[in-house]
């Protein structure tokens, strides 16, 4: 698919105004040239990616005031029985967003693809939330995924993950610049509250995704490496 389907059609129909399309577009390469940074440091192909033409906003709860920013989501889907996972980035990250900003947060949704890749060949995701957010209950989350040093062999790549997301991500010039730049435009906006922000997949389901025996494979040698430097960790 078309990555900027979604953000071409918005523009033709007069949603996006031409500076922040224009910037957008002019911008996409950074994160193409991310998505192939990711590919040759794992070895693995990232999934399907496209640009969502709106400002995803997120709160924890309906009556709550406080909101944070949803960059990029990890979305799987079912579709005529096929089973695939798409990474959803936020228009407003494209354009706004910083080299290392960007590349940091495709890593991490990668990271989020390859645990919902695990759970899954394991049966294990019946009710799980697997995509980012700005809330550290959320993003601080590294415990439950592969470590960036066993997946990336990228020493750039990984300075941009520790220093992005030490302890739950948080980026204030970004945010500022969305703000400023996408919010106070009165630029498409989507609400979404953590409770929504969830997968539900039956036994059912989970029992009809065919995923290749090598990449499995891969994928436990992957979580097995990542395990042992936990344990060191601890001792």
């Known amino acids: 698919m078309d990555p900027l389907v979604r953000l071409r059609d918005a523009y033709s129909k007069g949603i996006i105004p031409d500076d922040v399309y224009e910037l957008a577009v002019k911008r996409f390469p950074i994160t193409i040239a991310g998505i192939?940074?990711?590919?040759?440091?794992?070895?693995?192909?990232?999934?399907?990616?496209?640009?969502?033409?709106?400002?995803?906003?997120?709160?924890s709860s309906s009556n709550s005031y406080e909101f944070g920013i949803l960059f990029a989501r990890t979305i799987p889907i079912m579709f005529e029985e096929k089973f695939q996972v798409v990474i959803q980035i936020s228009a407003?990250?494209?354009?706004?967003?910083?080299?290392?900003?960007i590349h940091a947060i495709l890593a991490h949704e990668f990271l989020h693809f390859l645990e919902l890749i695990k759970k899954i060949s394991k049966m294990e995701l019946v009710s799980d939330e697997i995509s980012g957010n700005l809330f550290e209950n959320v993003y601080s989350d590294e415990t439950r995924l592969f470590e960036p040093r066993v997946v990336f062999k990228d020493r750039t790549l990984l300075?941009?993950?520790?220093?992005?997301?030490?302890?739950?991500?948080?980026?204030?010039?970004?945010?500022?610049?969305?703000?400023?730049?996408?919010?106070?435009?009165?630029?498409?906006?989507?609400?979404?509250?953590l409770d929504e922000n969830t997968v539900k997949l039956s036994a059912e389901s989970l029992s009809k995704i065919k995923i290749d025996p090598s990449f499995i494979e891969k994928i436990n040698l992957l979580e097995e490496k990542s395990s042992k430097i936990r344990k060191k960790r601890l001792y």
Do not use: C
């Open 159 to 193: 300075n941009h993950i520790t220093k992005k997301f030490p302890s739950g991500f948080r980026d204030y010039k970004l945010e500022d610049k969305v703000m400023q730049f996408w919010a106070d435009r009165n630029l498409p906006k989507s609400n979404i509250s």
């Open 92 to 101: 407003p990250l494209v354009a706004y967003g910083l080299k290392g900003t």
């Open 36 to 59: 192939n940074r990711i590919e040759k440091a794992s070895g693995i192909r990232y999934p399907v990616a496209y640009v969502e033409p709106s400002l995803i906003l997120t709160t």
